[in-house]
């Protein structure tokens, strides 16, 4: 994924959040500091939430570990639940709580859009638009 | 004050609150946006605060009222306590939340060191390390 596309996917749903009334700041942090900064942060005073956001051109994105414990570093310190928000090109946006994901031996975590579709969650079902029937795992 | 010089302060606060287990993130969001940013965010899960970060050279510093009600209607959209941090050169660090902000009728507000050495909180009192003795004022 390119840095700029990233970007974009991460400011559209800073939009989008902002527009139902969660407030959300983009975090600077990623590239100056050794501490943990997820993409987004953002709540409405009752849902507080850290997203690592990801643009997939494919159907499949692999996730490093590393990047996973540290928004989880970060979201357990915050007080926040940690989401992975993952946005395909032409079909859109899947979210998952990181504690629902899979742990594999290997250093890198596979999401397919298959398997988000199954186990994820819209957006609307996210931020609770609807009952959040896919939530208990 | 300088961009600069600003950022370098907000660079300090920061890592002054994940040393004391508060994790914090910087905005991205100040300038490419026109939703409210604190330059800070941060908890430790129990304590939530949006921070807006002032470095100062003299013994006084004015803000304008935009920018304390931008401050306020993020922290109350996110769930957080709304503060300003002020430091000045070779005393340091001082806070004080806005809603203990005396509103005047002009278009800009005037915080002094006298004044915040009265009313403000040091970096130790702000996150509890002591007791809060000033929090009522």
């Not at 928000?85 to 994901?101: A, P, Q, T």
């Not at 398997?115 to 959040?132: A, H, N």
């Amino acid at each position: 994924m390119s840095k700029v596309k990233g970007s974009r996917a991460e400011r559209e749903l800073f939009h989008m959040l902002w527009n139902e009334g969660h407030a959300v700041v983009r975090s600077a942090g990623s590239g100056s500091t050794t501490k943990p900064a997820p993409d987004l942060l953002t709540s409405n005073g009752f849902k507080t939430m850290a997203i690592e956001c990801k643009s997939i051109k494919g159907k499949k994105k692999y996730f490093d570990h590393t990047e996973i414990l540290q928004l989880n570093l970060f979201a357990n310190t915050f007080g926040a639940e940690a989401w992975l928000g993952l946005r395909f090109d032409n079909v859109g946006w899947f979210f998952i709580e990181s504690k629902h994901i899979v742990k594999s031996k290997g250093e890198s975590l596979l999401l397919t859009l298959d398997y988000m579709r199954k186990k994820g969650l819209t957006f609307d079902e996210l931020i609770g638009k609807y009952e959040q029937k896919k939530l208990n795992l």
